[in-house]
Every structure is written in C-alpha cells, then in structure tokens.
C-alpha cells in the first residue's frame, strides 16, 4: 500500500503528460516542423559541448502557430537524436494535473527516477521521513527543490551529463500558477548540465521574470516552409478541394502565405471551414471573406452552422461544445454521447433517456474546433478535445461570441452535476466480481456504464462552480443532491471511488478516501454558500421545497446544526460500505477509521470520540450511525470490526479483541462457504497473536481454524490458495517449535497447493512461492533432499521474477533465494550458484537502509556468502565492492562492535591490514549500554524460553535434543539443569531458519 501510495504521488501527472505530448505530436505528421534544428537559436541551445549552468532559450510567438506540436517534435527528435541524454517535458493545461508547479515538479522527479533507481529511492525516503511532502500545495517551492529536486539532478547529470527539459504553454495557466513555475525555472537555470527550452506566448509575468538575452520570437517565415508542405499535404489528399481552387483560379500556396501571418492553427481551420461549402459559389464566396484572426474565423464557422442545423441540431452541437468545454478532463465518445442524452432528458423532463441520430456524424460537422483522436490502436474509445484552447477562450466570452452556441461556463457546471449526480443515482452497477482484478473490472464499468467513472470523480468539481438564475432548472439540481444523497446512491458511489483504485473494490486507500473527503466538502461548501439547509437524520432526507421572492429556494430544516447532520449522514454511508463489504485488511481499515474520525470529531455527549480507544464506545458510535440493531449477527459486521481493532496501534490488546469479534462472529450459522472465509481471517489473527505472545494454545487453535477453512470450501474456490496458504504458514510455525517432520510435511503440501491454484500474473504469486521456497529449505535442511533444495531454489526465483525490483518486500526475497543457492554450494561446490547467491545477496543488502532492523540478518548472510567465494578463489576474487558496502554500514553505525569487526574482515581479506586492525581494536573498545546490538542478539527466533519466558527468543537459542518443545535463551542456558534433565543435551541454534522471512 505504501508503494502504490507513493508511486500515484509521483504519477499524478505523468499520464495526462504523455497524453498532451501525443496528442500534439499527432497533429504534425503530415508537415513536421523540421526547420526548427536549423534555427540559429535552438542550434545553439542545443549544443551539448558546453558546460555550465543551465541553458534556457525561450521561443514565444503568436497565439496558433504551433508551438504546442513544435514542442511535442523537439521531445520526441530529442530523444531520438541523444539516446544517452535525458529529455524531460510537461505539456501546461488550466487543470488539476497540469496547471500547477507542483505537479511539474512531481513529474520532473518521475521522469529523473525511471531512469535511476537511485534517485527513486531518495525521492521515496524523503517522501518517507517528510509528511508534508506528501501533501505539496502547502510546501514553497524552493524548500522542495532544494530538500527533493537538486540532489536528484545531481545524481542524473552525473550519469548522463545532459538533462533537456522542454516546458509548454505556460501563459496556460493561472496567473497565481505561474507565479510558482516562474520560480522553478529561475532556480533550475542555477543547475549544472540542464538545457530549458520553453514554448509559451508572452505575458507580463513571464517577460519580467524570463531573461530577455533567452527570449527569440517566432515570425511567420519561421514556419513558412512547414505550411507550405501541411497545404500541399491536404490538397493532396482532397483532390476535391484541389479542384475548387482550379475553379476560381487561385493558388493555395500563395492564397495563404499571404494571409496566414504564422498561425498555422489559422490555416488548419480554414481548411475545414472550407470544407463546409455546398458548391463552387459557395467555395468562391467564402474564400473572398476569410476572417483574418481567430475569433472572426470561430465567429463565421459557428453562424454557417447555425444556419445549416436544424433547431434540433443546434442544441444538439451546443450541449456537446457545454460538456468539451467544461469538462475537467478529456472525454471519450461513449462517455460524450451518455451525458449528452441523460443531460437532454433531465432538461425536457422526459420519462425515457433520448437518443443522438449520429454522434460521429454530429462531431464531423464540429471539425473546425473539436478533434476526435485514437491513441492506441487497441483503444475501444476515441477521445473527444478542443483542437486549440482558444477556442474555449472565445466561445465562453459573451463580449466576442455573439451566438447561440455561447457556452455559460456557469450554467454548464451546473447541468453537468446534475447529469453526474443523477447518472449515479439511477445507474446499478454490481460490484462483487472481478474482485482482484481491478483493470477488467474498471473495463467492465466502462463498457457498461460509460459515463460512471467521470461522473463518479468529477461531479463535485463540477458543483462549485455551479450558479443557475432560471428556478425550474434550480429545482432539478436540488432534487438530484437530494436522490443522490439516499443511502444507497451514496453507497454506490463510494464503491465507484475505490473501484478506479488499483487494489479490490472494497478496499480503501489514502488517495481515495481524500477524493471522497474532498467531493463531501465541495457539496457542503455549495450548500452553505446557496443557504440550502438539509433536514437529514439516520433514516430519511427532507424534500420541501418552498418558492421564495426573487426565485431562491431553500430545503427547510428543523435541526439547527444541519451541516453536522449532513456529515453524520454521509458517515453512515461510508460505514455501510465498508461494514458491509468483505472483510478488511490492514491498510484499509485504518484509512476508513481514519475517515470516521474526519468526518466525526464529536459524540453525542459533545465530547471527541475517540476511534482508537480500547474498549467498544468507538464500535458503538458506529453502530448507531449504521443503524444496526439490525446487523447484530450479521458476521461481516464483527468481521470487520475485529480487523479495524487488529491494526488500529498495533497493540496486543486490539489483536485480542479483534479476535474476540472474529469468536463471536463464527458462533452464528452461516453457509459453508461465508463461515470460511472467517474462519480463515480469525485463523490470520490467531497467528499473528502467536508471534507477538508465543503461546503454543494459540498456535494451535490457529492451525484448527485454518484447516476448517480449507475443508469447507472446494478446491475450485477462488480463496482456496490463500486459505491454504494460511494453513502452511501456522504448521510451518508449529514445526520451528517442535521439530515435527508432520507438520512441516504438511506444511509443504498446503504450500503447494496455495501455488498450483495461482495464475502467474496473480498479485499474490511470489509471496505464495516464497512461502513453498521457505518450507521446502526446511526440509532440506532436516533431511538433505537435494530434490527439496532444488525446488526452494526455483521457488524462490519465481517470487523474484515476478516482483519489481522496488517493491518492498524484494530485499526479503533475494535473501532467502541467496540463502537457498549457498546451501546448493555447499552441497556441490558449483560456483555459479554461489556467484549468484552473492548478486541475490547484494540486491537485499542494496534495497535496505542501514538502520533497517533487518539489515543485521541481509549483511550476514551475504559475508558468508562472500568469505566461502574468497576462501574459493582467493587474491583473484574481487571483493572491493564488499569494502566499501561494510565501510558504508560502519559509517552510518560507527559504534557498532559488530559492523566495525565486518569491515576488519573485509580490510583484511583485501590485505590493508593497518587499517584492518583499527577497525578491530575499534569493534573491542567499551561502549556504552545503548550501543548497537551486534548482529546474533538482533537475530529472533519464533519461540519462547521456557525458563525466562523470553518472547520472541533473542540470540542464541539452546533446544532440547530429547525433549519436543523445550528452549532456553543465552542467558538461561548455564542455569538450564536446575529446571531441567541433566541427562539431557541442548543443541546451540545460532539463526532462525536460516533467515528466511515468509511473507502473508
């Protein structure tokens, strides 16, 4: 969870990014603005021989000329000409993911961090240790580029000696916007190695921060040559349009070099306003009186459409213009055509949804200003945007569009969240399948309910911008909020939030909790600011409305404190969907506990209520918002109640009550198959109470349930290898505390079965492989099977390969795999293994920081690894790597005895022997009693001394050679014989299981 937190963090924008890019590269095909390598200017930006500090060239021009496209050509020529260079980009847009610093910055990170791994890993530490990092509207720009962004180009610029970094349109933005980006360029031109080339029309901000000696206008020759060959090219390929030139005997190419001025978005709008015309008087009649900018061009189009259409029609092509020009996003052709018909039906009230004739023929005839363009191939939908922004500019503005297709941003806002709120409370979308496969599952939402996923994210975008002067079309907006705000519409929608997360539908993440948070806040923010009071409590929602003077209208309301109501409302939703789902892991509870507590800050009393206290007021004020004397033997109420108490602090008592409701919840009769699923939760719980208490009672009644699980469902089921893979885990534990060849046999076989039941691509295959791998090394170790030995071995490759190299638990998986492949060494004495052993072993090392807990176990088994390679091949082994891996760990941990005698090896090994015996004579000297623990005492064993009670076991531990389940630590063992059999020897174990970690 925290992987994919951090990945959609540095992402944010990294798709509509590309997006932009291939979107205006598309657009030059036909006649790439070659010209531009030959340009004086760019030629010498572009020179790579010099050193210093960043270069920028700024290439403003006029509004259409193309800079958008020029920028995409040079990205994409950049990265073709210089393969060994970097070339970072961003496309501005006045939206959330492009119109800020912040997510240019965010994306600039990301496009460093593909190709460093290092980098990454920084940028996710600081991401890690610095909380307010995370939310960056409220961190300055150069805290964050001095704390994040400096050190990560020093990193690249030493790898790749030139980053390019190409920024467009920036006068797109905000004028509060630029501001930010301004100063990120001002401290980007201090960075050494970095080209800045940026494409943007002028504005006074720009110019006064900008130097002028960067600033080179483009004039209307620059592009001559490249309008030239777009002209020729679209003659070509309309011999019709050829001919009509022809008829009135007129040269295209001199008819628009004349009047183009540079604005190629102006030759590429007449062509398709030409392309209206109905006859050769027409063609001529048109040519005659081109409008010569923009907006007269925009104006004349749009009045020859009006004049073509039917009435009909023209309100056909101006609630598309409403919605292209509105919306928060691009939109697809399926998503366009289910708002415009929903949106018509709530606007003449029909009883049934209409129906568009032809869309695409409709969008054709819009060409001038509206683009369709397929991205991929593959793509089952075409995306539907603006050919350039300003014409949203002028069909918005009520001074220049004198028109019946003027677009009232306002009254668009309002109609689209309408449309949203009502798609969403009419649409049923079933959300049990596809469970744990979220792309086929959002693939199936957007084939079947087109419009859901912009509904669903975006109404609340729509909302505050909402103003409606007309009262009928007031009292629609009203009593869709109100339909909407039903329990279960409310439900629907949060479902459909967490359904575009990459986890299962019923699970909550951080990122999707906050856009739930933020869609209530804007609908409370509108409320407030129109004086629309709700009369809510738990079971129904007020719908009087009255007329007022002046065409106002408000919800009447007895309660006073209705906006508390309101959100007490809206938490009884959430809880639903979340009590009412399956039950929960970890992350996801806590993030949902973490929204009740947003959402609710008080109790009854008027005290806060507290979430994460101990005893069962929390669960009770839950209760009530969810009305559930009802539920009361519903088990997925207690099932997840008992798993908000197992993570909430982690404390061993929430571990105990959260396995109390599990106890109370399988007392119930339930179907096979409902039953099972608890049992196999309660099962999780029990063991993980186990490894925190040490009880063998607990163990076993873990491995009880667990086994139940498995028998009651059949071996087609889709939990059965997870259940199974519970199973494996508790015997595998009772066998470390026994030494029972039963159980760990057992063990082994549920392992097995967890696997075979598992497609390769499944998220959870290399824990479950990792797991088989751990129990099959056991085995080998108490038996030899060299068999065993080999298929832990290709176990554990499987759980590597199929895991990325930055996921957290890649370090756990190349130390087992190392442990695995040195044992294979040991037994046949094939280098390759342990040369192999050695990379795995480097990998774990290299992917934990140094003051991981874990890094005592990485670091020692990889020195066993390397010392039998040396002890192999001697003076001729490189190992200077090894030095300095242990001089690193002993210069972040300089009072640790046992790092300091690792790097005296390792110094000795390589002969530097003065150096060596400082490094011992260091590791012996006193330190005080809060010094590091050496690497044996931060080793722990699953048991627990039954002398001292010590649990988990620390050290050494000392098991009875005759006895099944008896231990003693290091510091018990010279008393053991006072308690114990004196006939009786103890077997000195100094690792656990070799170090192998499972994973859950």
């Known amino acids: 969870e925290t992987e994919k937190r951090f990945k959609d963090w540095l992402s944010y924008s990294v798709k509509d990014v590309n997006k932009e890019k291939r979107k205006n590269f598309q657009l030059q095909i036909s006649s790439p603005p070659q010209w531009i390598f030959d340009f004086p200017a760019f030629h010498s930006w572009l020179d790579v021989s010099t050193t210093g ?41 006045n939206n959330e993911f492009l119109g800020n610093v912040h997510n240019i910055m965010r994306t600039f990170l990301y496009q460093m961090a593909v190709r460093s791994p290092e980098v990454r890993a920084n940028i996710k530490r600081i ?57 990120f360029l001002k401290l980007l031109q201090k960075c050494m190695g970095l080209h800045i080339l940026v494409t943007s029309q002028s504005t006074g901000d720009i110019i006064a921060t900008i130097p002028v000696s960067t600033r080179t206008e483009l004039y209307k020759w620059n592009n001559q040559d490249n309008i030239d060959t777009y002209v020729k090219a679209q003659l070509e390929s309309d011999p019709e349009l050829q001919s009509l030139f022809d008829y009135v005997h007129i040269d295209p190419l001199q008819f628009f070099r004349l009047r183009h001025k540079g604005m190629f978005l102006w030759v590429t709008t007449v062509f398709e306003y030409l392309r209206l015309t109905d006859s ?75 129906k568009m004739w032809n869309i695409d023929r409709t969008l054709s005839r819009c060409g001038a200003f509206l ?41 668009s806002n309002a109609w689209i969240a309408t449309t949203c709120l009502s798609y969403i409370s009419t649409e049923i979308v079933p959300h049990h399948d596809n469970m744990y496969i979220p792309e086929k599952l959002r693939a199936r939402l957007n084939r079947e309910h087109p419009l859901f996923s912009y509904a669903t994210l975006y109404w609340s975008s729509h909302l505050p911008k909402t103003i409606m002067q007309n009262a009928d079309e007031y009292r629609i907006l009203i009593h869709t909020l109100q339909a909407f705000w039903k329990t279960e519409n409310l439900c629907t929608w949060i479902r459909s939030v967490l359904s575009y997360s990459d986890q299962s539908v019923y699970w909550f993440s951080d990122v999707h909790l906050h856009s739930v948070v933020s869609a209530v806040s804007e609908a409370l923010t509108w409320f407030q600011r129109h004086h629309i009071e709700l009369y809510l409590n738990q079971f129904s929602v007020g719908d009087r409305i009255s007329e007022k003077t002046g065409g106002d209208f408000e919800l009447h309301s007895t309660d006073r404190h209705h906006a508390s109501n309101f959100i007490k409302y809206f938490a009884k939703a959430l809880a639903l969907v979340w009590l009412k789902g399956d039950p929960k892991y970890d992350d996801e509870s806590r993030a949902v506990f973490k929204m009740l507590e947003i959402l609710y800050d008080y109790g009854d009393d008027g005290q806060p209520t507290n979430i994460k206290s101990t005893d069962d007021r929390s669960v009770l004020k839950i209760l009530r918002w969810v009305d559930a004397e009802n539920m009361n033997q519903d ?52 063991l993980r109470e186990y490894n925190r208490v040490g009880h063998k009672d607990v163990l076993n009644r873990s491995i009880e349930v667990c086994t139940k699980a498995v028998v009651l ?44 039941l598992t497609p390769n691509d499944h998220p959870n295959m290399a824990a479950l492989a990792n797991n088989l791998g751990n129990g099959l090394q056991c085995r080998f170790e108490r038996t030899g099977s060299m068999d065993d030995l080999n298929e832990s071995i290709e176990a554990g490759r499987k759980a590597v390969e199929l895991t990325p190299s930055d996921h957290p638990n890649m370090a756990a998986l190349a130390n087992n795999l190392g442990i695995g492949l040195r044992c294979r060494f040991e037994r046949t004495g094939s280098m390759d293994d342990l040369i192999e052993s050695i990379e795995a072993g480097r990998k774990a090392v290299e992917l934990t920081p140094y003051n991981h807990p874990k890094m005592a176990m990485y670091i020692n088994n ?25 001089s690193n760990l002993t210069s972040a941990q300089p009072d640790n005895p046992a790092y300091n005698n690792l790097l005296g090896n390792s110094l000795w090994m390589v002969q530097r022997f003065d150096e060596a015996i400082l490094s011992f004579e260091k ?52 008393s053991v014989y006072k308690e114990h059999n004196e006939e009786h020897d103890f077997l000195a174990i100094p690792q656990p299981s070799s170090y192998l970690e499972e994973m859950n």
């Not at 193309?66 to 020529?77: D, I, M, P, Q």
């Open 53 to 93: 500090r960043g270069k920028m060239l700024w290439l403003s021009g006029t509004t259409g000329f193309g800079k958008s496209v020029l920028a995409a050509y040079v990205t994409n020529e950049l990265e073709r000409k210089f393969p060994s260079a970097l070339v970072t980009f961003f496309f501005c847009k």
């Open 127 to 183: 991401w890690l240790e610095e909380n307010e990092f995370q939310e960056l509207s409220e961190i300055e720009v150069e805290d964050f580029f001095n704390s994040v962004i400096i050190d990560s180009l020093k990193v690249v610029v030493s790898s790749v000696n030139t980053i390019f970094f190409i920024l467009d349109g920036i006068n797109e933005c905000s004028r509060d916007s630029r501001r930010g980006i301004l100063s």
């Open 280 to 354: 050769d008087d027409d063609f001529e009649r048109i040519l005659s009186k081109v409008p010569e900018t923009m907006n007269e061009l925009y104006q004349e189009i749009l009045k020859r459409l009006k004049g073509e259409m039917s009435e009909g029609e023209r309100r056909w092509v101006h609630d598309i213009l409403c919605w292209v020009v509105t919306a928060k996003r691009d939109l697809t052709v399926a998503e366009l055509e289910a708002g415009l018909c929903l949106m018509r039906q709530k606007k003449d009230d029909l009883t049934r949804t209409p």
């Open 371 to 411: 683009q369709v363009m397929q991205f991929d191939p593959g793509e089952e939908n075409k995306s539907i945007n603006l050919v350039h922004d300003s014409f949203k500019l002028f069909v918005t503005d009520r001074k220049v569009c004198d028109n019946v297709f003027l677009v009232d941003e306002h009254l």
């Open 635 to 686: 088990m997925r109420w207690f099932a997840n109640i008992g798993h908000a108490h197992t993570i909430l602090d982690g404390n061993l008592q929430m571990l105990q009550s959260a396995i109390h409701y599990y106890e109370l919840s399988i007392d119930y009769d339930h179907k096979g198959e409902e039953i099972s699923r608890l049992l196999c939760f309660l099962g999780s719980a029990l």
């Open 713 to 756: 469902i059949p071996d087609d089921h889709p939990d059965m290898a997870m259940y199974s893979n519970n199973l494996g885990n508790g015997l595998r534990c009772k066998f470390e505390r026994t030494g029972s060849m039963d159980d760990l046999n057992e063990s082994i076989e549920a392992g097995r079965k967890a696997v075979e």
């Open 862 to 886: 990889l020195k066993i690894s390397v010392e039998a390679c040396f002890a192999r091949n001697g003076s001729k082994e490189d190992i200077s790597w090894w030095v300095l891996v242990c």
């Open 923 to 974: 590791a012996i000297q006193p330190v005080s009693e809060n010094r590091p623990q050496s690497t044996v005492e931060l080793l722990s064993h699953n048991v627990i001394c039954d002398q001292c009670s010590m649990f988990p076991l620390k050290g050494y531990r000392y098991k009875c050679k005759i006895c099944m389940d008896y231990d003693v630590c290091s510091g018990c063992i010279s």
